[in-house]
């Protein structure tokens, strides 16, 4: 109950930012739409198709939950606020929660409303669509447990900056604008042993039916996830003695 009432208040404040909200799904949107046309116009590449453009959208918009969750934590540590709050009952995996429950249902809303914008561009719904949102949600944790780490060790005005070069790295290393293989080489390594990739193409073999390939992929999701997670409580705990 104790992280509930945590994280209605942290909803509540980035309700208050409708701007940053709303460019967060906004952006994403208008990239399928152009991308997914301009594509079925000119027929160049076969990862701007709407079954493969969508699940990579889904994944780069959560890049937007890094800076959100960052800067929401940032500017309540900027403002003192978080020192108010530890004299309450509250441990730190309970700020950790109640920052990320909020950022989930923002995800939540991102999946949905994205879909929802490929069925309109022709993607087909089937079973494994739904069957994806559950991995698309532990995705998902990975941006926002980076934004906690983040907010927690630096101040709100660099953590857009920080987020913005991930941003960068998400969009050259998932596969989501070229294949990894184009490029090959120490590039291909390198965006492999990120997570990135690894997450697009767990989310396209869903969507696709492919179930056999993605067990290697889950298993690296699985582990950044829980290590992004576990850092940022760690980190957050340290801040709170300090």
């Known amino acids: 109950m104790k992280t509930i009432v945590y994280s209605k208040r942290n909803f509540k404040e980035l309700l208050n930012d409708p701007i940053n909200l709303a460019f967060t799904i906004g952006l994403p949107v208008f990239l399928i739409i152009f991308m997914v046309i301009f594509n079925k116009s000119l027929q160049f590449n076969e990862s701007f198709n709407v079954e493969n453009f969508v699940p990579s959208t889904i994944i780069f918009s959560f890049t937007f939950l890094t800076m959100f969750s960052g800067m929401l934590i940032a500017k309540d540590r900027t403002s003192e606020f978080l020192s108010r709050m530890y004299v309450s009952p509250l441990k730190a995996h309970n700020y950790i ?18 879909y929802a914008i490929g069925f309109i561009l022709g993607l087909n719904f089937t079973l494994n ?18 934004g906690l780490v983040f907010g927690s060790l630096l101040k709100d005005s ?30 291909k390594i390198i965006s492999y042993i ?4 690894h997450s697009v193409d767990l989310v396209k073999s869903i969507v696709s039916g492919n179930y056999n390939d993605i067990l290697v992929s889950t298993l690296v999701v699985l582990a950044y996830t829980l290590i992004t997670v576990i850092l940022s ?10």
């Open 97 to 114: 929660l109640g920052y990320a429950l909020p950022m989930l249902v923002v995800a939540f809303i991102q999946i949905l409303i994205l």
């Open 129 to 146: 669509i739904l069957a994806s949102i559950p991995f698309l949600l532990l995705i998902s944790l990975i941006f926002i447990g980076l």
């Open 158 to 187: 660099v953590v857009g900056g920080v987020s913005s070069i991930i941003i960068q790295v998400v969009a050259f290393t998932s596969g989501m604008w070229f294949s990894l293989d184009l490029i090959g080489g120490a590039f």
């Open 194 to 197: 990120l997570p990135f990739s």
């Open 233 to 242: 409580i760690i980190i957050f705990k340290k801040k709170m003695k300090q």
